[in-house]
């Protein structure tokens, strides 16, 4: 099972397999995987293999190495790749090529990663199933019954069915942490404007974050050193330096380290038993590796979700517009009369019913006499949200909590009821509204064997603190070193 | 039936193209006139995941061009999206700003066109930055409703300045838009070229009527995208009329139709209504995410400020002074922007005569610029060469006619002027040989010498033609000088 870029580098380095032995074994593993899982929208096997070949290349004559040389890598369908199709999971973008690769595409690449293909996502990133998604759910690899989440399922499952140790998924609600959670890995949400998002296909602009996925939270901090920091074609990036997120996961030693916890968030309604055990267990491990356990409040906690579900869908409905059939994309096949039916019959075939009502929603509350009634209320709660983070961050050094409300659960559950799949963000919207890093780290099994994730969220740029408590954690636990079975 | 007392009132939205080598938000060039499509980047086409990066330097221009008129600049501004669906619109949304534009609350003050003695101040309420939308071409020859697009134009830098509704006339309108495109060019904000639709003119007009001591307010119209002066005047001149017309017909008011959209229609001489559709758009504007609010701090403005040198009625003044030269001449070159200013000033300086710098500059060095379709910035002759080629004209070392070869030789080829004088085969021609050559002219032609000596020294015009044609350095003064003395002594 590939299931270690560190192992995978090793392997290279010692001489006992090759980039393009090891490009051959991921890309078996997806053909393995595929029929079952439906974790890729494309694989390009030529390229992998092409790129594999350039690695092994590059070793022999002795050139220097990238940081991840001829490890397989998956890329969410909603990151720009100028030799693959980007399609965001979205009729609209059925066999789109863009003419460029996004920023954290051309940084894999330039770090000698291979690229193996993209992967399966809710049309759009929006959903927390994949089930939205135009080409096919995705099935979680510990249950193919069970959602692996979402909208970053393809990217949570290919690396929970082995096929590549490595993913690359976008976080704008929770779309990371989420099927990192419901799928048994780790996630990471890094700060907003950490990463850049030049080449990220916009869903929602302010909130919209490149994250790492891996089984552990070293691995993480590998592909964090690759894809994190300044670029000025981003002018939401940060302009702050990027330390070596490696160094973070060398120590286990959490005394002085202070963890706040949303105690009465873990009483709220809906919250499975095997979530609450999950997070009291976690409590007690962070406190037997010295942490100081502080409970902790945000009392605008209530409001996440509506702020998000204005907020989100405004910025959405705007960043769709785009595709309107003109320019590319789906347009309707059938001669329109005139323009505007030429605009809504290519919108009304290309998008999907999640994406429609995400634009109807935002459309509504951006209207002339509305706005300050939805969207303009809603950033004056995303102020107070913002400000109930930074108090909580003046007294602890972390926040732990749950990722969700639930293990994973069956397909076509929630499809049908988007109040229920938006509630699945209960936990995960509010470092989105105030751009913390968080993640999401395995952290125990429910009865029936599906795994739970806790997550850890931290002040602003401090990624290298949650990677720390997250190594530390795992460390003492064994709960990412659990593998499906195959 | 006389006419009630009525008002006009009239309010502009100025629309002018920034002059900045590249596009507002991506690197693309702001060139007009390439092939279609060819000036064009992800982000100006607005595909998926592109982000837009702002242009520091319009964001100076703006400044510039918002205190040249009075405005303040907030210490902060900050960008929105403002949607609507249209071809030329790949995102489906400009990025423009609505609450807090870069430039607030200016004016400017014109002569007033009824009283040339009087001024009129008029309010300028905003100017804000955005991006322009592509170019649709309907194609109407294809017989079908077939549209090309070009988006070359796509993410050019415009400022819209807006007027407060303080103009009375077409008159009026007429020397505000002179005005402030006098200002545009001087400062080098904008070319201001009208048929490149680098400005571009929107008009709202309606009337104040008097109905015996009751004011009534005829509908709003807005006259869109007029790229002429000329047809701003006319089509506020057919409004002023139309609006009686309509309003003694239908007795419509702003209470009862409030503000419609109306187009120009140069061939017929008429305003038309747009579509309803266009009308009643709701742009729900909101903060673009993408981009952050500028802070623009009171000290870099204050730079700014001081680095705008002076009006253009000041160069005016100044040139005519300095120089000696009209009032007339002392505008054409200040209407050219500043840098036409800063040649002139070079050339007028350095070859001593301002009056024949001037009529250079306006005849040679505009036509050439025209012909070439370069600026002067760019321009091959550089000011200190024209100079240096005037001051052998005033000393007599090159005549007007071979100076100009010369400058057209240097316009196309470069170099110096050494050089083009070598490469056009001109020499100063000695004074024995001009006295052989005037002789020979002399013998050959005895009707001019009789005609000077009966006291017609214009006769002599002739020879000078003649010499010319035997040797095209003859200097013509020379030859007139020449040949009245020779005809004297004989």
């Known amino acids: 099972m590939l299931d270690s870029a560190l192992e995978v580098l090793r392997l290279q380095a010692a001489g006992e397999a090759s980039a393009v032995e090891i490009a051959e074994r991921a890309l078996d593993a997806i053909e393995a995987s595929q029929s079952t899982h439906n974790a890729y929208t494309h694989v390009d096997r030529e390229a992998a293999l092409a790129a594999a070949k350039s690695v092994d290349a590059k070793r022999a004559s002795g050139k220097p190495l990238g940081a991840l040389a001829g490890v397989p890598i998956a890329v969410k369908d909603v990151l720009c790749t100028s030799d693959m199709p980007t399609t965001c999971s979205s009729e609209m973008l059925r066999g789109f090529r863009p003419p460029y690769d996004a920023t954290v595409v051309e940084k894999l690449r330039a770090a000698d990663a291979v690229i193996v293909g993209k992967t399966n996502m809710d049309e759009f990133a929006m959903g927390a199933s994949t089930e939205t998604s135009a080409f096919g759910i995705t099935k979680n690899p510990w249950d193919p019954s069970r959602t692996p989440g979402g909208s970053s399922g393809g990217a949570a499952a290919a690396v929970a069915a082995g096929t590549v140790p490595l993913s690359l998924g976008t976080d704008t609600g929770g779309s990371i942490r989420q099927p990192a959670a419901f799928c048994g890995v780790t996630g990471l949400k890094p700060t907003y404007g950490r990463v850049s998002r030049y080449g990220l296909v916009a869903f929602a602009s302010s909130l919209d974050q490149i994250g790492p996925m891996a089984w552990s939270a070293d691995e993480c901090a590998l592909l964090m050193n690759v894809i994190a920091g300044f670029e000025p074609r981003d002018s939401t990036s940060l302009d702050q330096a990027v330390p070596d997120f490696t160094l973070a996961t060398e120590s286990n030693d959490l005394r002085g380290m202070r963890i706040g916890v949303l105690r009465e968030s873990l009483q709220a309604e809906g919250i499975d038993e095997s979530i609450r055990t999950a997070v009291k267990h976690a409590i007690g491990v962070f406190a037997e590796l010295g942490a100081e356990i502080v409970d902790v409040d945000l009392p605008h906690r209530e409001y996440w979700v509506p702020t998000y579900y204005v907020i989100a869908p405004s910025e959405a409905s705007s960043n769709l517009s785009r595709y309107d059939g003109a320019h590319y994309g789906h347009r309707a096949a059938a001669e329109a009369k005139d323009l505007v039916s030429m605009y809504c019959r290519s919108r009304a075939e290309g998008f999907g019913a999640e994406v429609k009502r995400r634009i109807m929603i935002g459309t509504y509350a951006l209207s002339e006499g509305y706005a300050d009634e939805y969207y303009n209320k809603a950033l004056k709660v995303r102020r107070l949200i913002r400000g109930d983070f930074d108090a909580a961050f003046s007294q602890v050094d972390l926040l732990l909590g749950p990722v969700t409300p639930t293990p994973a659960f069956s397909l076509g559950d929630k499809i049908d009821d988007p109040i229920q799949m938006y509630l699945c963000d209960l936990f995960t919207v509010g470092a989105n509204l105030a751009g913390v890093p968080a993640i999401s780290l395995p952290g125990g099994f429910d009865p029936s064997g599906l795994p739970i994730g806790i997550q850890l969220q931290a002040p602003t740029l401090e990624e290298s603190r949650l990677l720390f408590a997250a190594s530390a954690f795992q460390s003492a636990t064994d709960y990412h070193t659990q593998r499906p079975n195959q | ?490």
């Open chain 2, 1 to 490: 039936m006389s006419q009630l007392p009525t008002t006009t009132i009239i309010g502009l939205e100025v629309h002018v193209q920034l002059k900045t080598a590249t596009k507002l938000f991506c690197g693309c060039s702001t060139k007009f006139g390439s092939p279609p499509n060819t000036q064009v980047c992800p982000v100006c086409l607005g595909l998926p995941g592109a982000l837009p990066v702002i242009n520091e330097h319009a964001i100076e221009l703006a400044i510039r061009a918002g205190l040249a008129i009075n405005c303040d600049i907030p210490p902060l501004t900050k960008w929105d999206r403002k949607q609507y669906f249209y071809p030329d619109l790949p995102k489906g949304y400009q990025i423009s700003q609505f609450d807090l534009p870069i430039c607030a609350d200016g004016c400017l003050e014109i002569t007033d066109p009824a009283d040339g003695d009087a001024t009129r101040k008029i309010g300028i309420t905003r100017a804000h930055l955005e991006e322009d939308a592509g170019k649709s071409m309907h194609d109407e020859a294809a017989g079908r409703a077939d549209s090309r697009i070009d988006l070359n134009r796509c993410g050019t830098p415009l400022l819209e300045i807006v007027s407060e509704p303080d103009l009375r006339t077409a008159e009026e309108a007429l020397a505000y838009l002179t005005k402030l495109k006098e200002i545009m060019t001087h400062l080098g904000v904008s070319d201001c070229e009208m048929q490149e639709g680098s400005l571009r003119v929107d008009a709202n007009v309606n009337l104040h009527i008097d109905k015996h001591g009751e004011r009534i307010a005829t509908p709003i119209v807005e006259v869109k995208n007029m790229n002429s002066f000329r047809n701003v005047v006319a089509a506020l001149h057919f409004e002023v009329d139309r609006q009686y017309a309509e309003w003694e017909e239908t007795g419509n008011t702003i209470e009862t139709h409030g503000k419609r959209t109306f187009g120009w229609d140069d061939v017929k001489g008429v305003t038309y209504p747009q579509r309803e559709k266009e009308e009643s758009a709701d742009y729900r504007y909101f903060p673009c995410p993408d981009l952050l609010p500028i802070r623009i701090p009171s000290e870099r403005v204050e730079e700014i400020r001081a680095s705008l040198g002076e009006t253009p009625e000041e160069t005016r003044e100044r040139l005519q002074s300095q120089y000696g030269i009209k009032a007339y001449d002392a505008d054409v070159i200040v209407s050219q922007g500043r840098a036409m200013v800063e040649y002139y000033d070079v050339v007028a300086m350095a070859c001593g005569d301002g009056k024949r710098a001037s009529s250079w500059i306006q005849q040679d060095v505009m036509r050439t610029l025209k012909e070439q379709g370069e600026d002067i910035e760019t321009f091959g002759v550089t000011a200190e060469q024209l100079a240096q080629l005037l001051s052998k004209v005033s000393s007599g070392e090159l005549t007007n006619d071979r100076a100009r070869d010369v400058f057209k030789h240097l316009s196309e080829n470069g170099g110096d002027i050494d050089e083009a004088i070598k490469a056009l085969g001109i020499e100063a021609v000695d004074e024995s040989e001009m006295e052989t050559l005037v002789k020979e002219l002399l013998a050959a032609n005895p009707k001019v010498v009789d005609d000077v000596k009966n006291g017609n020294q214009k006769a002599v015009g002739s020879l000078i033609g003649q010499a010319r044609g035997r040797n095209p350095n003859a200097n013509p003064q020379k030859v007139r000088e020449i040949a009245l003395r020779l005809i004297d002594q004989a």
